[in-house]
Every structure is written in structure tokens, then in C-alpha cells.
């Protein structure tokens, strides 16, 4: 089965800096990737995703790219402010229709210093 | 529209006993997902339901079960408790309309004793 592997665990970075994680998939049938978010004590929401058919994604201040040849795929944030601490989660599904398993990476901690 | 909803919130239970969470998804979506959520281990799949059949399941013990009903409401089962079931277990419903989004709710919190 698919297995998601995320880095780092945590991530300090000072406020206006840029934020980066991680993550690599196995299964190269994998080709939806969703970002959720999970704020302290509340429930994950997705925040961005990307489908296999595209390299990078935007919003706002958060952006998403995929290398499928490597399998890995990552968030960038920038101009991080405090309210972007939170856990992340990347995933990966092998199919964005349908009811297919969503596999998740382990989570990255991350912290915006003011 | 309501969202996911999760009851209870928090439990709180011994070794061996069992304990049963309820999720009710959002109205119209028919597909349930259960995870557990531990510290360090992250989103771990237990399994999925849609229109009463288990259509995915994770790596967990039989003790851990789950049925679906036929207004999409879901039950998730876990007999002969162990300390190292406490956690987290969220579940999460998903809809036609996106299918690749996880709408989750707010979670219960078991802890074992």
C-alpha cells in the first residue's frame, strides 16, 4: 500500500520567512495530493491540493508542487504569520474521484515566531 | 449545511472494556472515514464506508470494527481496550461534489485506563 513519508516533524521559522515541508509517496498510481491543516485542538482542514496532472499550484501565500518522477511533492508558504502555526498534514490518494484511501504523512509541526 | 459531527467528545474507559464513537456526516455525503490521530504517528487510516460497505481498510487489529447505517451515519467498534488505544478518532465524510476533500469532525478523545 501507499506509505507518505513527511519532513520535518517541526518547523520554527520567524514571522515574514518562508515555511517549506516535505513529502515523498510510494505508489506511483498516487495522483491526488491534498494539504490539510490543523490548528490547535481543532479539526484538520484542507487548505490546498494538487492533482498529477500539474506541476504547481497556487494561493495566496501558499503553494504547492509536485515531482512526480520523484515522488515528492511540496508546500511552500511564505511571508508566514503567526496564524499560519499549526500541524500540516500532506496526503495522497492514487484517485481525486471515487472513494479511494487517502494516505497521510505524520505531520509537521510548525511554529511562526513573531 | 451541519458538519461532521462526532459524539462523544471525550471518554474516558479501563483495559478490556469496549467502546463504540457515532459520527453523523455532513447531509449528502456518503462516503465515512475513521482515522486514528496519535503524537508522532499523524493520521492513521482505520477504514471507509460508503453506502453501508467497508470500501478501504487500514492495517489495524479485528478489534477495531465499523458498519455504516443506512442514513450514512457511522459506528466505530473497539473491543478488549489497550492502554495504546487512547488517541484522537476523527472521522471524516466525503461528497460526490469533491470527492478528494475530507471533511472531518471534530473528533473524540479516548482515553484508556
Known amino acids: 500500500g501507499e506509505n507518505v513519508e513527511q519532513h520535518p516533524s517541526t518547523l520554527s521559522v520567524q514571522e515574514g520567512d518562508s515555511a517549506v515541508i516535505k513529502c515523498t509517496y510510494s505508489?506511483?498510481?498516487?495522483?491526488?495530493f491534498p494539504w490539510y491543516k490543523q490548528e490547535l485542538g481543532k479539526r484538520p482542514q484542507l487548505i490546498i491540493d494538487?492533482?498529477?496532472?500539474?506541476g504547481e499550484k497556487k494561493d495566496q501565500r501558499i503553494a504547492v508542487t509536485l515531482n512526480k518522477t520523484a515522488k515528492h511533492f511540496s508546500l511552500h508558504i511564505t511571508e508566514t504569520q503567526p496564524e499560519d502555526s499549526a500541524v500540516y498534514f500532506c496526503?495522497?490518494?492514487?484517485?481525486?474521484?471515487?472513494?479511494?484511501?487517502?494516505?497521510f504523512g505524520t505531520g509537521t509541526k510548525l511554529q511562526v515566531i513573531p | 449545511k451541519a458538519g461532521v459531527t462526532q459524539t462523544p467528545r471525550y471518554l474516558i474507559k479501563t483495559r478490556g472494556q469496549q467502546v463504540t464513537l457515532s459520527c453523523s456526516p455532513i447531509?449528502?455525503?456518503?462516503?465515512v472515514s475513521w482515522y486514528q490521530q496519535t503524537p508522532g504517528q499523524g493520521l492513521q487510516f482505520l477504514f471507509e464506508?460508503?453506502?453501508?460497505?467497508?470500501?478501504n481498510k487500514g492495517n489495524f487489529p479485528g478489534r477495531f470494527s465499523g458498519r455504516q447505517f443506512s442514513n450514512s451515519r457511522s459506528e466505530m467498534n473497539v473491543s478488549t481496550l489497550e492502554l495504546g488505544d487512547s488517541a484522537l478518532y476523527l472521522c471524516?465524510?466525503?461528497?460526490?461534489?469533491?470527492?478528494?476533500?475530507?471533511?472531518f469532525g471534530e473528533g473524540s478523545r479516548l482515553t484508556v485506563l
Open positions: 464506508y460508503f453506502s453501508e460497505t467497508q470500501r
Open positions: 494538487i492533482r498529477s496532472n500539474v
Open positions: 505508489d506511483s498510481a498516487s495522483n491526488y
Open positions: 496526503a495522497a490518494s492514487p484517485n481525486s474521484g471515487g472513494y479511494q484511501k487517502v494516505t
Open positions: 447531509s449528502g455525503h456518503r462516503s
Open positions: 471524516a465524510s466525503r461528497g460526490l461534489e469533491m470527492p478528494g476533500e475530507l471533511f
